[in-house]
Every structure is written in structure tokens, then in C-alpha cells.
């Protein structure tokens, strides 16, 4: 069974960094090399959505409100997807989550908490 594991969050003043990675157990090298794994944030009284996208071999997405401040990396041989986050800002406080899709269904896990004050 694959499970995917947050860990890295926690309180920052603005402009501060904080590193998350997610771990993802269970998942075969070769599956794990070739699959999305998507960074997803909800913050209090707003729906979840997606920051950033692993895409296997192929450029990394994001959305425009972390562009420049947000870098996602992937090392393989851990199975792990890290979010690099710069110059972070109030707006950013949230629950963040890692998602994959695998054996058709949404894997989650069960995220962490980053707060970032003013």
C-alpha cells in the first residue's frame, strides 16, 4: 500500500523559509520516477488548492501567486518531493498536503501546518 507523509511545517515571520517534504512510502522506483506528485495548501475558510506539480521528467508547474518564491524538487531514490518556500508571506498560511494519483484513486496525506506572521 502507498502512503504519502508531510512533514517540515511550522511558524515563520514573513519573509522566512521554510522546507516541507513528503515522503511516499510503498511506491516502486520506476513508479514513483514517472508520477505527478502535486503540493496542495488550504488555508481557514477557503478550499484547497493546488501550489505546485511535480511532473516527472518535465518542468515543474505553479501557480502564479508562488512563482519565484516556491521551488518543487524530487529525489527519487528517497521518494521524496520537497517544496523550497521563499520569502514567504502571511497569505501563505496554511495546511499544505502531497497528492498523487496512483492505481486510480487520489492519494493524500495528512499535511502540515505552515504559519506565517506579519
Known amino acids: 500500500q502507498v502512503y504519502l507523509r508531510e512533514s517540515g511545517g511550522g511558524s515563520v515571520q514573513a519573509g522566512g523559509s521554510l522546507k516541507l517534504s513528503c515522503r511516499v512510502s510503498g511506491m516502486i522506483l520506476s513508479v514513483f520516477t514517472s508520477n505527478v506528485i502535486n503540493w496542495y495548501r488550504q488555508a481557514p475558510g477557503k478550499e484547497r488548492e493546488l501550489v505546485a506539480t511535480?511532473?516527472?521528467?518535465?518542468?515543474?508547474v505553479y501557480i502564479d501567486s508562488v512563482k519565484g518564491r516556491f521551488t518543487i524538487s524530487k529525489d527519487n531514490t528517497r521518494r521524496s518531493v520537497y517544496l523550497q518556500m521563499d520569502g514567504l508571506k502571511p497569505e501563505d498560511t496554511a495546511v499544505y498536503y502531497c497528492?498523487?494519483?496512483?492505481?486510480?484513486?487520489?492519494?493524500w496525506g495528512p499535511g502540515t501546518q505552515v504559519t506565517v506572521s506579519s
Open positions: 511535480s511532473i516527472g521528467g518535465s518542468s515543474p
Open positions: 497528492q498523487a494519483p496512483y492505481s486510480g484513486k487520489d492519494l
